[in-house]
C-alpha cells in the first residue's frame, strides 16, 4: 500500500478501486488509517535515516511546493516537503546514500533551521533558498533572453568545460578529487568570473541579463570551496533526484489531508527512496520490516535500515 502510494503513485482511491474489483470491499479511509498507523509505527525508522544523513561531512538540501487540505473549508493551502541527501559514492566512499524528508505547513525559514540545528558540515543547496546560510553554494546556469543568445552561449561553455573537469575525475577518493580540480578547474573558473565581470560595462544595467550576471557574480564566493574539497560538487542534483517522485505523485494525489497525512509522506518517502537508492526492493524490505518492528527494541532500530537487510 505505502509503496503503491509513493513509490507507484496510484493514490487509495484507486488502490480501494483495484481491491474492489477483486471482491475485497476496503474503503479509502480505512487506507488512509493504515497508512497513518504504519507510518508512524516506521517512524523510528525514518528518524535513524535522519541521523545517518545528518552525519555526512557534505549534504545535498531542497524543497518543493505540495497541496494541503484546510480543514473545514474545503480549500487548500500551500505546504512544503523538504529533502536532505548524503551521497558519498562519487568520492569513493562505501557509506551507503540516503534520502530524508520533513514535511512543513509552509516555507518559513525556521524549518530549514530546525532540521539542521544539530548538523555541523557542508551543504548543497538552490542559491534561491536563503534561509538556511550554505558553504557551499549550487552554480546556477544564467536565464536567457531573446536579446542574449550569443552571450549566454558564451557564458555557458566555460561551466560546461568545468562539469567536464569534475566529471573526468569523479568516482575517486577524495584526497585524490581536490588537486585534480585545482589543477583542471581553477583556470575554467577563474576565465569564467573574469569574463563575467567585464560583460558589465558593455550592457544596460537595467538588463534582466545585467541582473543574472550580477547574481551569479555574487555567488561565486560560495562556489570557490569546491575546488579545494574532494566532497563537495557543483550541482544540486542529488537533491533534485530527491524530488521526482513528489514531483510525479502530486500529480496524482493532488494534495495531502492534513499535516499528520504530510508528515505520514515525509516518513515513507524517505523509507522508500532510501532502500531505492541502495538497490533495495521497498517493498519487500518494508513487509519484512514491518512484520519485525512491533517486537524490536528502539536502542536497536539501526539495525533494521535497509541497506543492513540480508537479501
Do not use: C
Request: glycine share 8%.
Amino acid at each position: 500500500m505505502l509503496v503503491n502510494k509513493y513509490a507507484d503513485h496510484l493514490p487509495l482511491y484507486r488502490q480501494s478501486g483495484i481491491f474492489e474489483r477483486d471482491g475485497i470491499d476496503i474503503d479509502r479511509s480505512t487506507l488512509a488509517d493504515w497508512v497513518g498507523k504504519s507510518t508512524a509505527l516506521l517512524e523510528p525508522l525514518a528518524d535513524a535515516i535522519g541521523r545517518h544523513v545528518l552525519a555526512g561531512q557534505a549534504i545535498f538540501a531542497d524543497d518543493t511546493p505540495v497541496k494541503m487540505l484546510v480543514p473545514g473549508t474545503g480549500k487548500t493551502a500551500t505546504a512544503r516537503l523538504w529533502a536532505y541527501g548524503r551521497d558519498e559514492r562519487p568520492w569513493g566512499s562505501d557509506v551507503p546514500p540516503a534520502s530524508w524528508y520533513q514535511f512543513s505547513p509552509d516555507r518559513k525559514g525556521q524549518h530549514p533551521k530546525d532540521h539542521l540545528s544539530k548538523y555541523q558540515g557542508w551543504m548543497h543547496a538552490p542559491s534561491r533558498q536563503i534561509a538556511v546560510q550554505s558553504p557551499a553554494g549550487q552554480w546556477t546556469a544564467m536565464p536567457g533572453s531573446k536579446t542574449s543568445t550569443t552571450l549566454v552561449i558564451s557564458a555557458r561553455w566555460p561551466a560546461w568545460r568545468m562539469s567536464g573537469a569534475s566529471s573526468s575525475t569523479s568516482i575517486a577518493p577524495k584526497a585524490q578529487l581536490s588537486p585534480k580540480r585545482q589543477s583542471n578547474a581553477t583556470s575554467i573558473f577563474n576565465n569564467l568570473e573574469t569574463w563575467l565581470n567585464a560583460q558589465l560595462p558593455s550592457i544596460s544595467g537595467k538588463s534582466p541579463l545585467a541582473g543574472a550576471i550580477r547574481y551569479a557574480l555574487t555567488r561565486m564566493a560560495r562556489l570557490r570551496p569546491y575546488l579545494d574539497h574532494g566532497i563537495l560538487e557543483l550541482d544540486n542534483s542529488t537533491a533534485e533526484r530527491a524530488m521526482r517522485s513528489i514531483a510525479i505523485g502530486r500529480k496524482k494525489y493532488l494534495f495531502v489531508g492534513s499535516q499528520t497525512g504530510g508528515k505520514a509522506a515525509a516518513i515513507a518517502y524517505t523509507l522508500i527512496e532510501t532502500a531505492k537508492l541502495n538497490g533495495i526492493d521497498p517493498q519487500a524490505w518494508l513487509a519484512d520490516t514491518l512484520a519485525r518492528i512491533p517486537d524490536y527494541k528502539i536502542n536497536r532500530v539501526d539495525d533494521l535500515l535497509p541497506w543492513k537487510t540480508t537479501p
